[in-house]
């Protein structure tokens, strides 16, 4: 079973610009989340997908940070512009959905300069 | 607010050298209760869900447990191979049923 797939795995941009992730879950997973995690801290939720609907993005800063989910099944997220505290690995985790564990992607990480 | 503290930071161990890792939660109505291990560059792998108190797992040298406030993950003579960030996440119930990680212990075992 194909497992999530993410990318690009790295990216460099300056501060101002704008990036894109894109992420395609494993095949089926009715949830999609969208993680960032700063170096030495665990994950930190920024949007959750149910099929193609936002279930939850209270820590999403919307003022910069966008995310879409196509058609319920791939999805991508959008910084822009993107500032230096933005610096982290953005993570993408998919679930059949319910009370079911979440699997993880490699990751994209971002640095900003 | 659904939080999750896990200790050590940090562990190092000798080889066989038998250890725990805490995981401490508050959550509102626990509908599960995730471990995961992370190796520098990856995302987090799934271990083990625990989903009442009393419920253990077991994986090779690595044994979870789970109570009403916290759950340990039992490492039994372990490897340089184990060696890793070990996250303990959980989710609440509720429409959303986030899931809802910790810091991690990074966890190394020297030869």
């Known amino acids: 079973e194909a497992g999530v797939a993410q990318s690009p795995r790295y990216k460099i941009i300056e501060k101002r610009q704008s990036v894109a992730f894109w992420c395609n879950p494993i095949?089926?997973?009715?949830?999609l989340y969208w993680y960032q995690q700063i170096l030495g801290q665990g994950p930190k939720l920024l949007i959750q997908?149910?099929?193609?609907?936002?279930?939850?993005d209270s820590q999403l800063p919307k003022d910069r940070f966008s995310a879409e989910r196509l058609k319920g099944v791939d999805s991508t997220l959008k910084i822009q512009p993107a500032k230096l505290e933005d610096s982290a690995v953005y993570l993408c985790?998919?679930?059949?959905?319910?009370?079911?564990?979440?699997?993880f992607g490699q990751g994209t990480r971002l640095t900003v300069v | 607010e659904d939080q999750v503290t896990q200790s050590p930071e940090a562990l190092r161990l000798q080889e066989g050298e038998s250890s725990s890792l805490n995981c401490s939660y508050t959550?509102?109505?626990?509908?599960?209760l995730f471990w995961y291990r992370q190796d520098p560059g990856k995302g987090p792998e799934f271990l083990f869900t625990?989903?009442?108190a009393g419920e253990e797992k077991e994986k090779e040298r690595l044994k979870a447990t789970l109570t009403k406030k916290e759950s340990f993950l039992h490492i039994t003579a372990p490897k340089p191979e184990d060696s890793a960030t070990y996250l303990c996440?959980?989710?609440?119930?509720?429409?959303?049923?986030?899931?809802?990680f910790g810091s991690g212990t990074q966890l190394t075992v020297l030869p």
């Open positions: 985790a998919s679930s059949p959905g319910g009370i079911a564990e979440a699997f």
């Open positions: 095949s089926g997973h009715a949830t």
């Open positions: 997908f149910q099929n193609n609907g936002v279930v939850d």
């Open positions: 959550v509102s109505g626990l509908r599960g």
């Open positions: 625990l989903y009442s």
């Open positions: 996440a959980v989710r609440a119930s509720g429409s959303a049923r986030q899931l809802t």
